[in-house]
């Protein structure tokens, strides 16, 4: 019984049935990964939101300290550094550095802001003003 007879036919997959296979997972991958992807963009800018107000919490609590926000010039990094005109920074109101927004790029902040005492903005993945999709700024107002 250990020999085989002529008669046992040999067990695999024949290589049509593999590029079958392929073929069908590559057509899964093809509908489920832009899916996927849209959900990755859509968490960047959830993150960007997340930064931005934290950084609105931290300059309400300077200028709760120094009595103004810091000055367009000065920035955001007067969250991290004494200001020579902060006579009463009692900083630093960041637990650590000024991060990058999740595509790479600083944020803008500027005094006065268009709507409200400052803006703090994100231009989005492009790094460019306006745009739609995952390109649209992002900001406080």
């Known amino acids: 019984m250990g020999n085989r007879s002529a008669n046992t ?4 997959f024949t290589l049509l049935e593999l590029l079958v296979v392929i073929v069908i997972i590559g057509l899964l991958a093809a509908y489920v990964g832009p899916k996927y992807f849209s959900q990755l963009g859509k968490s960047e800018v959830t993150i960007a939101k ?13 200028r709760l300290d120094v009595g103004h926000y810091p000055t367009s010039e000065e920035g955001l990094a007067a969250l991290l550094v ?7 920074w009692n900083g630093p109101y960041l637990k650590k550095n000024v991060p990058l927004d999740p595509w790479g790029h600083a944020y803008v902040y500027k005094v006065p802001g268009t709507k409200t005492e400052f803006d703090i903005l994100s231009y989005g993945k492009d790094g460019q003003p306006g745009g739609s999709g995952e390109d649209t700024d992002i900001t406080n107002n």
């Not at 036919?9 to 695999?12: A, F």
């Not at 004494?82 to 009463?88: E, G, M, S, W």
């Open 9 to 12: 036919l040999n067990r695999g």
């Open 82 to 88: 004494k200001p020579a005109a902060a006579a009463n």
């Open 50 to 62: 997340a930064q931005i107000e934290a950084f609105e919490k931290a300059l309400d609590t300077y």
